[in-house]
């Protein structure tokens, strides 16, 4: 078992989502830099001023590809650092470093958190070569020297951590979406059930009347032709959405007419108002059952986390091109509206992304919670 778990880890692959080198990045070179500058003026027991410039620049220079290049930046870094000690070693070079070499402490970290396993693994040796080395040439105490070695273990164990966190977070980020695409797909699938049968019915019927009353059988076929473009519609929506094998119910979902039955009498607390406006007709019903389950999702949350919310207002107005559906809590700022774990927006901002709709979900400017989605009325996914 241990060694599938070292092969695992060895064979583990860089995060896909390191971020570019930025503004912050530098600012972090010249907070250090000045750091250093200070030491330099104001300390009288440092090495010579040449080593301390290449020891300066081995430590801060690779800080700027810590994240997509974590193993060259240590090796750089490092394997300088190595080369520098075992010369001041050789020459009996004597005066101390300077404190903000500290800084390579963040290589470290960067390479267990942007780094794969083997470069991990690289990298790890690199720091652990230059250790032994370093202490002798810059003689210190046992219980420094212990230190020094934990400093750099808990910046890497420190690293992976945060690494392993970024992992779970992404994986259950993306089981949220696949839920949300699953719930869509089969309610999308019911949908186009429904009409299947609506068809298989009128055929039956227009094949039992076509001798005696052709003219009726004419009228059927017309709703025949105009369930098949329904059907046809919802099923160009299925299309890229993934549905896992469940069983269903073939019945119509949910849509915009069912937002009314979310509002409240007044004596619930908070009390939810839902107000309907516009034209509604020829609605996709993806985009209905939609508006529906962001609507009751987010009334949800507004009663779970609306802390002293007394009211809740869900509008939706239908236009010739799209649906808006915004719901406002008066919450205490910043309280309402959010799931336990983030991931219930995650799902709703998936649906509506499927849908080729738009959804914001944040702080009101005044009080309170404010969720918006807008979809298009056809529901064309992207």
Request: glycine letters at 8%; proline letters at 5%.
């Amino acid at each position: 078992m241990a060694t599938s778990a070292l092969r695992s880890l060895w064979a583990e692959p860089r995060p896909t989502n390191a971020p570019d080198r930025g503004p912050r990045d530098w600012a972090l070179v010249v907070a250090l830099v000045g750091w250093s500058v200070v030491e330099v003026v104001f300390r009288q027991d440092l090495a010579p001023r040449p080593l301390l410039l290449l020891y300066t620049l081995a430590v801060l220079g690779p800080l700027l590809w810590r994240r997509t290049h974590p193993l060259v930046a240590v090796a750089v870094c490092f394997g300088t650092l190595t080369t520098l000690d075992i010369v001041r070693i050789l020459t009996g070079s004597q005066g101390g470093l300077l404190n903000s070499m500290s800084a390579a402490l963040i290589l470290a970290y960067a390479l267990f958190r942007w780094g794969s396993g083997r470069e991990a693994a690289s990298g790890l040796g690199v720091i652990l070569l230059w250790l032994p080395i370093t202490t002798v040439a810059d003689p210190t105490s046992l219980a420094d020297t212990v230190g020094a070695y934990a400093f750099f273990l808990f910046a890497a164990a420190l690293g992976a951590a945060i690494r392993y966190r970024a992992k779970i977070r992404i994986r259950d980020i993306d089981h949220a979406k696949a839920r949300e695409r699953e719930q869509l797909a089969r309610e999308l699938h019911d949908t186009v059930a429904h009409h299947v049968s609506g068809i298989a019915i009128q055929a039956q019927a227009g094949r039992a009347i076509a001798a005696s009353h052709p003219e009726r059988a004419v009228e059927a076929l017309a709703i025949i032709e105009d369930a098949a473009t329904r059907t046809l519609t919802e099923l160009r929506a299925i299309v890229g959405v993934l549905r896992a094998t469940q069983d269903t119910e073939f019945a119509p979902q949910p849509g915009v007419a069912e937002v009314e039955q979310l509002a409240t009498d007044g004596q619930t607390r908070p009390c939810v108002e839902v107000t309907l406006s516009g034209e509604f007709d020829d609605l996709s019903p993806a985009v209905g059952a939609a508006i529906y389950r962001l609507a009751q999702e987010s009334v949800t949350n507004a009663r779970r986390h609306a802390r002293h919310a007394t009211q809740v207002t869900v509008a939706v107005t239908g236009d010739a091109d799209q649906v808006r559906l915004t719901i406002d809590d008066d919450g205490s700022s910043g309280a309402g509206g959010r799931a336990p774990a983030g991931y219930g927006l995650v799902g709703m901002r998936e649906r509506a992304s499927l849908l080729g709709g738009t959804f914001h979900a944040g702080p009101a400017a005044e009080r309170g919670w404010r969720v918006e989605a807008v979809l298009p009325r056809t529901g064309t996914p992207r």
